[in-house]
């Protein structure tokens, strides 16, 4: 057996690989991660410019177990928590040329205009009736025709899933993107009977995660500020601008043949490997060492997606942006926006004092072809309904054009199939594990999850000597590793 | 621009498939598909030619000399006494060797014309030391010197028998479309220059000019530097190693011959980066830029990291590139 350079190589720096690579080092394990770009990070990049702050990727993350803030504990020192301001509650829907407030509860949906009395009709009887007829996966689409009606789906759940998924709810599948709803969907008769249940719960305690960081959260430095603090204390055992071109099994551990900036190849030896790429690339990888892999992942497709951040002077801009933004339904076809976030109203230091930030949402299924349109095109693409929507006059002061080609995996009809054939094809291959956005979740917070648990279950696996989800007999004569 | 044994323990890739094969070496050697998949590998570092996937050794096994490689190459029963070579007898290439013409048409299928196919064979003189030491010769060939010596006829029908296979074995290879062949004279290094004439030379000079003209012949001679010497045989190209001063062997066989070579494989299996630039840009401007073939002194060393492997690729395109641009503007 040859000599590993590196216990562990974490392949891609975004936020899962730098999560996963940070929770082995805390435990003492000899990690290296490779990291194909010039920084680290992946989507998850912040630059600062001007006084704003240009959140790349992601905007907010949505602090839903302990796994992300136990992350942010760790980097306390380096980055400091910003909630979200309360006025992040409010929401609208671009209805017509207008917005319209989304109402929060089930009331104040039967009183909403953005629904015609039919629609609303339709909607109080699906809130009352109306489980799965048959146990089969179903679309978004399809379980919110039948529970919510038509109009609403349209309306109110497509503009819903184009902001979380950039996605096609008649594609999308409810048990994969929403587990918890798919199953609320399939026990439920009434869905006023489980909210109101629902309220009960919560008032009685809590959801038993610590709860210091309640809803959406970002960092004083963005997202980015957490991704290069942990980039900065991996130091010297993340590698950028080394982009792996093969992953090989050899010798009882993994090599990995990569390319160094514009200079020449190089190889390296490692027991274990944790690929954390996005879906394609990770499929890539993985054809030479887990065929079957590969191929389970070859079949999920990846919606294209760009952000454009617009910074306005103050005054250029009638609308009071008492809120977190609009999104725009789909049967608003001759708006090509999928959703504009006011983002100095949620985080108000992402903009300098006298300026706004808008974070305009393009591409997606709808436009699957946005990010091959130039800068200009965009721009005049956005600036309609902005106009439109939120009175805003003149051009912006600041124009940053992030454009992420086949960024957002999408969990269609299949998806759980897929990775569940993924997982039994990994566990058959000893020390190579897979994270990513594209297996339990796309936000950021399951991102850090599925890093968390994996490198937990990484550690547990080397304490017994074994590596991880391959048969003990079968791993031990391979791997005895000095405790 | 090649290495020879440039499909091998350097690359990650290769290791990877032959622990996935799980198959000695000599029967990944029988086996079309897996050689066929070994001798592309190199493609995707940047070569310019891709050699066939064998062992020099490979056609001495059905004329009832079975090597094994444990991992060196070894006898499976060695000869006793210069007497058993009496046991080797002549084959049908096409039948004995079929594997090989099907691994030649794979290869060329898989590469779809992006890349030259070489083929090669061992020089009689090498293999008969291989035969008579039963594995490699390294230990001493006191065996073959005294063989020579004592039963001087009965030696010249063992090399007879060879050159006879080595010619069919090479037009096999040729009607099965590769587009060069390379002669590996690999222990030429052990003869002396009379026994380098009496019996090397004249077995090449045989093989060599019994092929068709219109496919070039590379002879490489390990660790000889007696160009003219070499030149005799016939061959349209010479691959010499770091004893032949390329510079002035160019110069003056430069509009008789090309030539091959001859980057130190010791230097590359060993040296750092920058050292490894500098040998390879010295190597190119040595070789004129016209008639070379940028190749090493012998094969590539086992041991030699994959990354030095790539640079030599690298910097040789970087740096004809750098050269080519030059002389544009001059």
Known sequence: MVSADREIVVVGAGISGLAAAWRLRQAGIDVGVLEGGEKVGGYARTERRAGFLLEKGPFNVLVRDASFEALLDDFAGEVQVVAADKAAGNRYLYRRGELCRVPTNPLAMLTTSLLSVGGRLRLLGGLFVSKAADQSEQTIEQAASRRLGREAADTLVSAAIAGIYAGDISKLSLSACFPKVAEVDAETRSLIGYGLRAAVRRKKGGSGRSGRWRGMVNCDGGLGALTSAIGARLGERLMTECRVEELHSVDGGYALVYRRGRGGRDSLYARRIVLALPVEAASGLLEDVCPDGAEALGGIESASAVVLNLGYRREDIEHPLNGFGFLVPRNEPEVPVMGVLWADSTFPHVAPAGYRLLRVFLGGARDPDAVKRSDGELLRMAEGPLRKALGVIGSPMLVDVCRHPAAIPQYHCGHASKIARLEAAIGRQPGLSVIGNFLHGISVNDCVRVAMQCAERVIEARRHGTVPSAPVAECCEHYAFPQ | ?330
């Open chain 2, 1 to 330: 621009m090649w290495m020879m044994r440039q499909a091998g323990r350097t690359d990650p890739a290769y290791r990877a498939l032959r622990e996935r094969v799980e198959l000695p070496l000599e029967e990944m050697f029988r086996n079309p598909e897996i050689a066929a998949e070994v001798s592309i590998l190199p493609e995707r570092i940047g070569v310019d030619a891709i050699i066939v996937f064998q062992d020099i050794l490979t056609p001495l096994e059905p004329m009832g000399a079975a090597f094994e490689f444990a991992p060196g190459p070894r006898l499976r029963r060695p000869f006793g006494s210069a007497a058993d070579f009496r046991r080797l007898h002549s084959i049908d290439v096409e039948r004995d060797l079929w594997f090989v013409g099907r691994e030649i048409e794979l290869i060329l299928e898989k590469l779809d014309g992006r890349l030259p196919l070489l083929g090669f064979a061992g020089g009689p003189m090498t293999l008969a030391f291989f035969l008579m030491a039963g594995g490699s010769p390294s230990l001493g060939d006191q065996g073959l010197r005294s063989f020579m010596r004592e039963d001087r006829e009965a030696f010249q029908s063992l090399l007879d028998l060879l050159t006879g296979m080595t010619i069919d074995y090479l037009r096999l290879q040729i009607d099965h479309g590769v587009h060069a062949v390379q002669l590996f004279e690999s222990l030429a290094d052990r003869l002396t220059d009379e026994e380098y004439d009496a019996f090397a030379r004249p077995c090449q000079a045989r093989i060599l000019s019994q092929l068709p003209t219109h496919v070039p012949k590379i002879l490489f001679c390990k660790g000889r530097s007696n160009v003219g010497q070499m030149l005799a045989s016939g061959a349209d190209v010479l691959s010499v190693g770091e004893c032949v001063d390329l510079r002035s062997a160019a110069e003056q066989y430069g509009d008789q011959t090309a030539f091959q070579g001859n980057l130190d494989h010791h230097l590359v299996a060993t040296g750092s980066l920058e050292e490894i630039d500098e040998a390879v840009e010295k190597c190119i401007d040595a070789g004129g830029g016209r008639g070379h073939i940028l190749n090493l002194s012998h094969g590539l060393m086992q041991h030699t990291p994959f990354c030095n492997v790539c640079r030599v690729v690298d910097v040789a395109r970087r740096y004809c590139a750098k050269r080519e641009s030059e002389a544009r503007i001059g």
